[in-house]
Structures are given as structure tokens and as C-alpha cells.
């Protein structure tokens, strides 16, 4: 039981570049999130999902896309990077939505544009 | 929608002191608020978490406290010890369509041996 596993760990990119970040839980939580987290400005939602197939918007979702097409995974992209997207992206699982269970979080991945 | 506010955003402590966390939140619909804590370079994990039919909750060392008349909800650490220095987070979260925590921003404790 692994949890849940975020795909890089690391990574640069150059601005303009594309990349997806994979977060993979094998808990069979409906409910995953993908979050930014930046100096001084806690955690940032970006986008998150209430079960397969499903996306919904957080709070900063501009400049990123997200894909739930199994259930175990949730994906997130990165059409056209900024040097403004430089942080640490955490995904999060849970059973059921957060005010029923709490959020398991992935290792992080952090991301460097240049 | 939601907002939460945490204070102090940096707090340093003698080993064996307390530690007290406030956060402050808008939405009255709130009902779920869970604590977070990271060490350096490592993943947000909980660490204790309460709900609004409750007014305090310990775990060892750690309690929380809410007040719902104020919206306002609390950690406390006794006895810190130097495993306790990490960033903590507060959250809240309500029911009704919104299946999405907000976090404060964080709070920065560093017992000092």
C-alpha cells in the first residue's frame, strides 16, 4: 500500500514547455486534489476531482488542466509554462470529501521554470 | 467562499513551553477543521482534527480548541520538544457544495533546545 505517489519528484523545464504531473493513490479514494505551495502562501488549490471523470476549479486553476479518467489517478498539466508556476505541487487523496475525511498527501513534486 | 486566517506566522519556543496556534475563519457553514503538520522538505500530515459539534479535542501534547460563536480555532502543544519544530497548518471545510479545504497560510515553530 504505497499511498499515494507523485511522478517527478523533479523537474526543470524552460518557459513555453508542456509537462504533466501524474499522482497516482491506490487507497480507492473518490475524492483527489492538486495543490501549489509557495513561500509564505500556505496551500493554493488548483483544480480537484470528486470521482472519476469528474474536474472542478480551485483557487488558482488559471495556466493548468487536470484529467480524472481512472479513478486511481489525477493528472496535472501544464500547457505553456511561467516562470510564475515555479513551486511545489502536492496532490491529496481522501474517501470522501474533506469534511468527512482527511486529506492523504504524495511526496510533492517540485518544479522549476526557467 | 471560505477564508482563514492564521496567526503568528512565525513562533519560537524554549523546549518543555507551549505552543499555541489561532486561526480564524469566515464562513459560518464550516464544520470540519483539521491541523497540519510539515517538516522540511517533507509531505503536509494531520495531525488532529476537529468538528463543530465538539469543543475540544486532545491527542497527547496537542489539543484543539474551537469557538464557534467567534469562529475562531486553536492548537496547543505542551511540553514541546525539538521533533515538534515543523510548519503547521490550519484548514477548514464545510458541507453544502463545497468539497474543498482552504488552508491558512501556515505558521512556523522552532523549538529551541
Known amino acids: 500500500n504505497a499511498g499515494v505517489t507523485q511522478t517527478p519528484k523533479f523537474r526543470v523545464l524552460k518557459t513555453g514547455q508542456s509537462m504533466t504531473l501524474l499522482c497516482a493513490q491506490d487507497?480507492?479514494?473518490?475524492?483527489m486534489y492538486w495543490y501549489r505551495q509557495d513561500p509564505g502562501m500556505g496551500l493554493r488549490l488548483i483544480h480537484y476531482s470528486v470521482g472519476e471523470g469528474t474536474t472542478a476549479k480551485g483557487e488558482v486553476p488559471d495556466g493548468y488542466n487536470v484529467s480524472r479518467l481512472k479513478k486511481q489517478n489525477f493528472l496535472l498539466g501544464l500547457e505553456s509554462a511561467a516562470p510564475s508556476q515555479t513551486s511545489v505541487y502536492f496532490c491529496?487523496?481522501?474517501?470522501?470529501?474533506?469534511?468527512?475525511?482527511?486529506?492523504?498527501f504524495g511526496d510533492g513534486t517540485r518544479l522549476s521554470i526557467l | 467562499g471560505e477564508n482563514v486566517e492564521q496567526h503568528p506566522s512565525t513562533l519560537s519556543v524554549q523546549e518543555g513551553d507551549s505552543a499555541v496556534i489561532k486561526c480564524t475563519y469566515s464562513?459560518?457553514?464550516?464544520?470540519?477543521f483539521p491541523w497540519y503538520k510539515q517538516e522540511l522538505g517533507k509531505r503536509p500530515q494531520l495531525i488532529i482534527d476537529i468538528r463543530s459539534n465538539v469543543g475540544e479535542k486532545k491527542d497527547q501534547r496537542i489539543a484543539v480548541t474551537l469557538n464557534k460563536t467567534a469562529k475562531h480555532f486553536s492548537l496547543h502543544i505542551t511540553e514541546t520538544q525539538p521533533e515538534d519544530s515543523a510548519v503547521y497548518f490550519c484548514?477548514?471545510?464545510?458541507?453544502?457544495?463545497?468539497?474543498?479545504?482552504?488552508f491558512g497560510k501556515g505558521t512556523k515553530l522552532t523549538v529551541n533546545p
Open positions: 491529496a487523496s481522501s474517501y470522501r470529501g474533506p469534511s468527512n475525511q482527511p486529506q492523504h
Open positions: 487507497m480507492n479514494h473518490e475524492y
Open positions: 484548514a477548514a471545510s464545510s458541507q453544502g457544495g463545497s468539497e474543498k479545504l482552504v
Open positions: 464562513d459560518s457553514a464550516s464544520n470540519y
